[in-house]
Structures are given as structure tokens and as C-alpha cells.
């Protein structure tokens, strides 16, 4: 099968397009013949990418990209929720060959039915994203209606997510973004949006009952000042897994498959609650231009793969 790999512990430009065997399903898998997946340009700092489990490195080849969308081409033995022929989006394992390939294989709990509005490309650039706004303000935080809510990187790929959660469990949402963002980001439900470039967010916020950050560094630190007493903060940046202080280590939230959060998130899509967003797409062969577009930044949704022309 052709696939995007790497055979070093290196960057994009170390990405290899070439064949390697196709996977085959075990107990509780799915083989999905993948059509689309999504660009996430962290994953080369990622533990679990050059790493197993128990800390020894993980053998090349390594397959990047946990999300995507596709057709079950084949089941694994005791998965009865799935049928092959069955149009599924969702994530597979961090510490597993990954979805930039014709072929992957995940778990069958990590799966859902794809939204019947969204084609494959707009569903691959959903879960990971999705799935962190999801647990990060309902199952962590349980944001309830008429609390304040402030989001940090309104307009990135898990930022656009959490301002539409938010305002649908009806909470007055607080969003920071740069100038060219505000009114795309009032546009998905923020109440009040602050330009992050010319105002100091603490300067104008206060007695916030969620803090959900995606940016990390010293937005974080100064996030701690703005929340009321009770409150609760949520960081998904990398930075908080290594911290030191210990109430940054509590507030890391890292994302999980959970094939029932997608079937609720794909129902909220259909229902026109949750719009999906996708910077650009590229053909599977050119991941390398599309790892150096997504470094670069500014962004409103995600990258995306085609594999299935």
C-alpha cells in the first residue's frame, strides 16, 4: 500500500512516500481503507511517536497521522457495531502506525459513523480536535449554561471546536484571538472576543468559571488570575505534560478515542451545531509541503490529506 513514513527520528523533511505491507485487523480492530487524514505538526515531538509504551524506541517505520476517514474494508474478530462498507471516521492508537496510508487499522471503540453532511476530507480533520473540546469543557469541566467561559486560540483547529461547545451548552463565551480572527470567531458563538495582540486578556476579564487554554507558556500562567474561586482550568498545550508546577499537571488534559463522543459530535454536525473547518487539502504524496504548511501557522481549522483520489 502506498504510504507517508519515516525511517528516523527527524522532522517533515525526513518523510518518505513509498510501500509498505498492509495492515491486517486483530481482535476488536477495524482495517479501514482510508480516504482522508489530518495534519497535526506536533507529532514529531510527540512521546509515543518514536517511543512504545515502556520507554524503548518503537521500530521503523513509523506512519504519522491518528485521524482520518474512510470505508471498513475488513473486521476483526467480536466487533459487531461496524460492517464492512460502512463510511467511519475516528482516531487509532498514539503508539501505533498512524493514518497517512491507503490503509489503517483502529480499534472499533475508537470509531464512529462518519457525519452524512461532511464528505471525508471535512470528517478527517475532526476527531482529534473535536474530541478535545469535547472532554476538555463537558466531561472535564462540565460547562453548564450561563457560566463564562474564556478560550485561548479561538480560531486554531481545537479552538473553533470549544467556542462551538460552548455556546451550544450555552455558556457566555470569552474567546482570545489575533485582529484578523475576531469576527470569524464571533461568528462561531463568542460573546466577547479580545485581540490578544493589543490587550492583555486579565486586564479585562475576570471571575471566569472555565479557562480552556490551547496556547500554553505564559497565556497559562497568566489564565490563573482570571478565574473565580472554584473555578477550573483545562490546558491541552504540550508544555503542561512536562511541567513542574503541580496544578498545571492536573489541568493537562490528553485527548482519548471515544467512538460515543464522535457519534454525539457527527449528530451535532448533522444538526448544523458544530461547522467544520479546512485550511487546504494536499495529496497524500505531498506531506511534506503540507507538514511546512501547518508550521507555519495561522490557520483556521486544520490540514488535510487526500489519500483516495
Known amino acids: 500500500m502506498k504510504v507517508i513514513y519515516l525511517n528516523q527520528k527527524a522532522g517533515p523533511e525526513s518523510l518518505v512516500f513509498g510501500d509498505l505491507p498492509q495492515p491486517a485487523p486483530k481482535e476488536g480492530e477495524v482495517l479501514v481503507k482510508v480516504h482522508a487524514t489530518a495534519i497535526t505538526p506536533t507529532e514529531f515531538q510527540w512521546y509515543p511517536t518514536f517511543n512504545t509504551p515502556s520507554g524503548e524506541l518503537r521500530p521503523f517505520p513509523v506512519v504519522l497521522g491518528h485521524e482520518f476517514s474512510g470505508v471498513v474494508e475488513a473486521l476483526g474478530s467480536g466487533v459487531e457495531n461496524l460492517k464492512v462498507g460502512d463510511a467511519v471516521y475516528g482516531l487509532n492508537g498514539w503508539f501505533a502506525n498512524g493514518a497517512e496510508a491507503e490503509f489503517c487499522v483502529a480499534p472499533a471503540t475508537a470509531l464512529a459513523l462518519k457525519p452524512r453532511l461532511l464528505n471525508h476530507v471535512q470528517s478527517a480533520v ?11 469543557l ?18 486554531g483547529s481545537v479552538g473553533v471546536f470549544a467556542v462551538q461547545l460552548a455556546r451550544w451548552r450555552g455558556a457566555h463565551v470569552i474567546a482570545t484571538a489575533s485582529a484578523a480572527n475576531l469576527d470569524f470567531v464571533r461568528m462561531l458563538g463568542a460573546v466577547q472576543v479580545i485581540d490578544y495582540q493589543t490587550t492583555r486578556f486579565e486586564d479585562v476579564v475576570r471571575d471566569v468559571d472555565v479557562v480552556f487554554d490551547t496556547v500554553g507558556g505564559e497565556t497559562l500562567e497568566r489564565s490563573w488570575r482570571v478565574l473565580k474561586a472554584g473555578g477550573r482550568l483545562v490546558t491541552v498545550a504540550t508544555q503542561g505534560a512536562g511541567a513542574v508546577e503541580q496544578r498545571v499537571r492536573d489541568a493537562f488534559l490528553l485527548v482519548r478515542a471515544d467512538g460515543s463522543q464522535l457519534k454525539q459530535i457527527a449528530k451535532l454536525i448533522d444538526a448544523g451545531e458544530l461547522r467544520v473547518f479546512v485550511e487546504t487539502v494536499f495529496p497524500l504524496a505531498r506531506a511534506r509541503e503540507a507538514y511546512v504548511r501547518a508550521q507555519q501557522g495561522k490557520m483556521r481549522g486544520k490540514i488535510a490529506l487526500r489519500v483516495l483520489e
Open 138 to 155: 463537558l466531561c472535564r469541566s462540565n460547562v453548564q449554561r450561563g457560566q463564562r467561559v474564556l478560550i485561548h486560540g479561538a480560531a
Open 126 to 136: 475532526v476527531p482529534i480536535s473535536a474530541l478535545t473540546a469535547w472532554q476538555g
